[in-house]
T-cell receptor, first 114, second 110 residues
Framework: DSGVTQTPKHLITATGQRVTLRCSPR?????VYWYQQSLDQGLQFLIQ???????AKGNILERFSAQQFPDLHSELNLSSLELGDSALYFC?????????????FGQGTRLTVV | GQQVMQIPQYQHVQEGEDFTTYCNSS?????IQWYKQRPGGHPVFLIQ?????EVKKQKRLTFQFGEAKKNSSLHITATQTTDVGTYFC??????????FGAGTTVTVRA
């Protein structure tokens, strides 16, 4: 158990819909990362928050947004969903400084858009 | 796009053989990390290398950080079925972003 909790584990929704994925980081971790992993693909960095502030952005679509709340949990919002958004979405958290700290991953949320 | 490149993308290994996977960065890294993702699982941290030329071992796994701190390798000896999975390297960029390579997916023939 990594200590990172993601909900829900599975999500099936229709195209055009909006969903929210939730992540609770390990106790004390200030950094939260979101990654997308499509079938047989690597980990695509979406966005990172550190202590409530957005710190780095990857190839995140404009239809996607995220935030980190004062209690450090984070949410990833995906809107106007398309079939191609079907993927495994991982949240990871890290302790200490954001640079050079190992990341601990949650179990992921498998999103299926039909 | 990816700033960390990994090769090969796939590695099919006979049980008992050795293999190496390589990771190359477009820029100098302060450190490099390796993760393993078992089929159906999530990435799990294996190790972090910080110093130029650093070599670390975990049982049959040997990790190396290049002298220029722009490349790294993972060598597995006497491959076992438990080594199946995808191995990712990752490096920090712009102080915050942890960028992962595409991974090397390892399958083992018994």
């Amino acid at each position: 158990d990594s200590g990172v909790t993601q909900t829900p584990k599975h999500l099936i929704t229709a195209t055009g819909q909006r969903v929210t994925l939730r992540c609770s980081p390990r106790s004390g971790d200030l950094s939260v990362y979101w990654y997308q992993q499509s079938l047989d693909q690597g980990l695509q960095f979406l966005i990172q928050y550190y202590n409530g502030e957005e710190r780095a952005k990857g190839n995140i679509l404009e239809r996607f947004s995220a935030q980190q709340f004062p209690d450090l949990h984070s949410e990833l919002n995906l809107s106007s969903l398309e079939l191609g958004d079907s993927a495994l979405y991982f949240c990871a958290s890290s302790h200490l400084q954001p640079k050079g700290a190992e990341a601990f991953f949650g179990q992921g949320t498998r999103l299926t858009v039909v | 796009g990816q700033q960390v490149m990994q090769i090969p993308q796939y590695q099919h290994v006979q049980e008992g053989e050795d293999f190496t996977t390589y990771c190359n960065s477009s820029t100098t890294l302060s450190n490099i990390q390796w993760y393993k993702q078992r089929p159906g699982g999530h990435p799990v941290f294996l190790i972090q290398l910080v110093k130029s030329g650093e070599v670390k071992k975990q049982k049959r796994l040997t990790f190396q950080f290049g002298e220029a701190k722009k490349n790294s390798s993972l060598h597995i000896t006497a491959t076992q079925t438990t080594d199946v999975g995808t191995y990712f390297c990752a490096g920090p960029y712009n102080d915050y972003k942890l960028s992962f390579g595409a991974g090397t997916t390892v399958t083992v023939r018994a």
